[in-house]
């Protein structure tokens, strides 16, 4: 599989040989839907808390007697049925919302998004990205000589100048091949991968 090979103005400047079972692997919509799905499901926190009939603060007292009202019979003003009553299956802060995806599951998956981004161009190999000072401004100039806006860049190694400069970038985002996960790689309009990092992704999803 050939993959382009960027210069230092954004250009093609040829091709680099990369491996088939992660670059070239066939689009599985239904597989990839379930891992970027399932990956914001294991990063949500149940921040959201409900007060059940238990723990709402209403007098235990029948509201009214049982016959001879003409209205439906109640116990107690806590029931679910009446204005600010408990809720029947309240949502508490320990909910799980975790799913769970197979090793190889996850693998194929992660190798046919990287294959569709190389068929829609979105994809290409540069030689190494790096930055000799920890400044924001440099590594801009770097993306916006290369036509780049909205970037990921897989690096073989992010050093602490690269880290630093790139961490007040709204649209870029450097990371290990350790680190990609499936939501950036569809989220960002270019993807940007090192050499190096090619072949960890081999070890990681071929």
């Known amino acids: 599989m050939e993959l382009e090979l960027l210069n230092e103005q954004g250009q093609a400047a040829s091709k680099y040989d990369a491996p088939e079972t992660v670059f070239g692997r066939a689009y599985n919509e239904d597989l990839i839907h379930q891992i970027v799905v399932a990956y914001q499901a294991n990063a949500r926190q149940g921040t959201r808390a409900q007060k059940d009939r238990e723990q709402v603060k209403h007098s235990t007292k029948k509201p009214f007697k049982q016959k001879g009202t003409g209205r439906a019979r109640a116990g107690m003003t806590s029931s679910p049925l009446w204005r600010g009553g408990g809720r029947i299956f309240p949502n508490m802060p320990d909910e799980n919302f975790t799913q769970k995806i197979n090793k190889k599951m996850y693998r194929a998956g992660m190798a046919s998004i990287f294959s569709q981004l190389v068929r829609e161009g979105r994809l290409a190999v540069v030689d190494s990205l790096k930055v000799d000072s920890p400044k924001t401004k440099a590594l801009a100039a ?43 790689l569809v989220h960002y309009k270019k993807v940007l991968v090192t050499k190096g990092a090619v072949d960890k992704l081999k070890e990681m999803f071929a």
């Open 142 to 184: 770097k993306f916006k000589a290369m036509n780049l806006e909205s970037v990921l860049v897989i690096a073989e190694e992010v050093d602490e100048n690269l880290y630093l400069a790139s961490r007040n970038l709204a649209n870029v985002l450097v990371v290990e091949p350790r680190y990609a996960d499936p939501l950036s």
